[in-house]
């Protein structure tokens, strides 16, 4: 069973790296600008790295869970190389918040897109998976034999 | 196998575009009530949205987390249930708090009382895993024969 | 199949129960200094013990993903003795965050480490399936040949 997840973990470790690389910057930001905790404000440039992280936190579960259902119920490849440019975007994201509040926008729209395709492979796939244990129904078959 | 995760999965996907449906709302705000990223602070009406995304988004790992776990390790249809209602009560809270700050409670109560029956189940279905897998002993069985 | 994941499972219901436990902190801190939603702050005892639950919740989903991974392609024995010491080292953390800033440094550092252990036996744990699948090669049986 393992190898037919092998890929989405492999995405998995890839983006727990990225979201300890994100957390790092959080705590050099805190040195060079000396906002110690519990404090989470400071100048702007702290703020923004402060606040790219807890969006990229935020999302990260999300992301993992609908990377995980889409690799289960659609399709292991196409979900890897989608959680692949996910974690490009959100690591532009970041670079791009870091920078100018402005610089977030372009890449978030290019997650949301990435995530809004992972979402239309579960949807895809549970529907699949439920016409097959439900009804009997195996659509794949179905639409190639139209 | 897939059969006996469908159920759970078709919650897992709402329970993202509900999430969704969470963030933007804030971005709405964020615009309605002017309140610029990195900025999270505003108006009150700004705020209790924002705070009501970040409850959510707080308890939503927790929630998928214990939802899996309650539902191979005890029943899918009536985890899936309990998915569903949480789900509901989550949408009650958002609405709640973004109305007025009491309007949160009487949702989160629910909420969690759902989360605790999750929870029930979850250690319930590992404890009677744990006694099959290494007692070799069929807590079920035992109950129906007694 | 469960059997190979009844233990992660179980240390997964201890961290849901842990995280339980932070957030009813949070709830006796808000009545304590009388901070109440949407607003996060106040004395710094009280945001201090809102700091601590957020930034274990924070990493809590990033732990229970790493512990299944590492759990279903490495070791279930090691990776739920790693999630263990995870969730004492979280209640540290906690704790000492509460009494003073100070306070949640060793902790952290603990659970750190912890944590890349984890990510270390993912890594491995992922590779050598990709070279069973992919290459058909053992790497367990090659390491033992030598
Ligand atoms: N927590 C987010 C939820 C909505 C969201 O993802 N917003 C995007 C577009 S405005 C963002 O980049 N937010 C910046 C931030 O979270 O600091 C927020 O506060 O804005
Ligand atoms: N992060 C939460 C943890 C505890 C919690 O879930 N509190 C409930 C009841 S006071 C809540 O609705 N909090 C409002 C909020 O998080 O803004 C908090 O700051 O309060
Ligand atoms: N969100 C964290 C990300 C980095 C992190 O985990 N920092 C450690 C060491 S400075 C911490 O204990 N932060 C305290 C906090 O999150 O309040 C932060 O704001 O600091």
Same mark, same amino acid.
């Given at each position: 069973?393992?190898?037919?997840?092998?890929?989405?973990?492999?995405?998995?470790?890839?983006?727990?790296?990225?979201?300890?690389?994100?957390?790092?910057?959080?705590? $050099?930001? %805190?040195?060079? +600008?000396?906002?110690?905790?519990?404090?989470t404000s400071g100048p702007p440039e702290f703020e923004r790295v402060f606040r790219a992280q807890?969006?990229?936190?935020?999302?990260?579960?999300i992301f993992i869970i609908i990377l995980w259902v889409s690799g289960l119920f659609f399709s292991q490849g196409l979900s890897a190389l989608c959680g692949l440019l996910y974690l $490009?975007? %959100?690591?532009? +994201?970041f670079r791009g918040y870091a920078k100018m509040a402005h610089g977030r926008l372009a890449p978030l729209y290019f997650c949301a897109k990435v995530l809004w395709v992972l979402i239309?492979?579960?949807a895809l796939g549970i529907l699949g998976s439920m016409c097959r244990f439900y009804l009997d129904l195996d659509l794949k078959q179905l639409a190639s034999s139209i």
């Amino acid at each position: 069973m393992l190898d037919q997840v092998v890929l989405i973990a492999g995405v998995t470790v890839m983006g727990v790296l990225e979201q300890a690389y994100f957390s790092l910057q959080v705590i $050099y930001a %805190r040195r060079k +600008y000396s906002v110690s905790p519990p404090s989470t404000s400071g100048p702007p440039e702290f703020e923004r790295v402060f606040r790219a992280q807890a969006n990229c936190s935020e999302y990260f579960p999300i992301f993992i869970i609908i990377l995980w259902v889409s690799g289960l119920f659609f399709s292991q490849g196409l979900s890897a190389l989608c959680g692949l440019l996910y974690l $490009y975007g %959100r690591y532009q +994201y970041f670079r791009g918040y870091a920078k100018m509040a402005h610089g977030r926008l372009a890449p978030l729209y290019f997650c949301a897109k990435v995530l809004w395709v992972l979402i239309g492979f579960s949807a895809l796939g549970i529907l699949g998976s439920m016409c097959r244990f439900y009804l009997d129904l195996d659509l794949k078959q179905l639409a190639s034999s139209i």
